[in-house]
């Protein structure tokens, strides 16, 4: 898993609550168990037609937002089901951050586990980066992990929380197995003392 330390990157506006886990990545995209090549189908019922065209309005299709690496969003963001297809799908596209007033727990602990930055804040705070964000691809907003702080494209500066815990994993790019191997040496003496003690095991 890639490191999350610092992000400087063009985030797009999604003023919408609610979204569900289905609208990031519908129900007959969930086959697949790779994390890859799902970025194509993020939000793909309101991306596309119904002739698989994309559809000029929406945010994630315009030309300035192409490229976004932070997603601003409305209340209650990754309801649902608990499908991780989700954060799949985010990251794929090339978003690492989102940022809205409140987030589904299941979402908000698998956003984590695949390398996304996931930043409650009070909704007033939420209202001030989505208009930073609704000037396009000249407003870039910054994120630091290590200081837990947003900084507008204006220079205004908001605070965040995030579990001690979480954080040093995405600071230091582990998810749940490697976590695991950083304790690979304890394990192999471990697996090598039972080989030992019980050979037939």
């Given at each position: ?12 506006p999604l003023p ?17 168990i ?5 970025g194509?189908?993020l ?9 698989g065209?994309?559809i ?6 315009k ?42 727990d299941?979402f ?32 870039r907003?910054?994120?630091d992990?290590?200081a ?7 220079g205004?500066?908001?605070?965040f929380?995030?579990d001690?815990?979480k ?19 304890a394990i192999?003496?471990f ?11």
């Open positions: 898993m890639q490191k999350f330390t610092k992000l400087s990157g063009i985030a797009a919408l609550v609610n979204i569900d886990t289905d609208m990031i990545i519908p129900k007959q995209f969930l086959k697949t790779k994390r890859s090549g799902l194509v189908n939000f793909d019922e309101m991306r596309y037609d119904d002739d065209k994309e000029p309005d929406f945010v994630l299709n030309p300035q937002y192409r490229e976004a690496q932070i997603l601003v969003a409305g209340d209650n963001f990754g309801c649902g089901s608990s499908r991780e297809h989700a954060p799949w799908a985010i990251a794929d596209f090339g978003i690492t951050c989102v940022i809205a007033p409140s987030y589904a299941i908000y602990n698998n956003c984590f586990k695949n390398g996304i930055l996931p930043i409650a804040l009070p909704q007033e705070q939420v209202d001030v980066l989505m208009k930073d964000a609704e000037k396009g691809a000249n407003a907003i910054e994120v992990l290590e837990q702080t947003i900084t507008s494209s204006d205004e500066v908001f605070t929380e995030v001690a815990f954080k040093h994993c995405l600071l230091n790019g582990l998810d749940d197995i490697g976590l695991t191997m950083e304790k690979a040496s192999d003496s697996e090598a003392q039972v080989a030992t003690a019980r050979p037939w095991a």
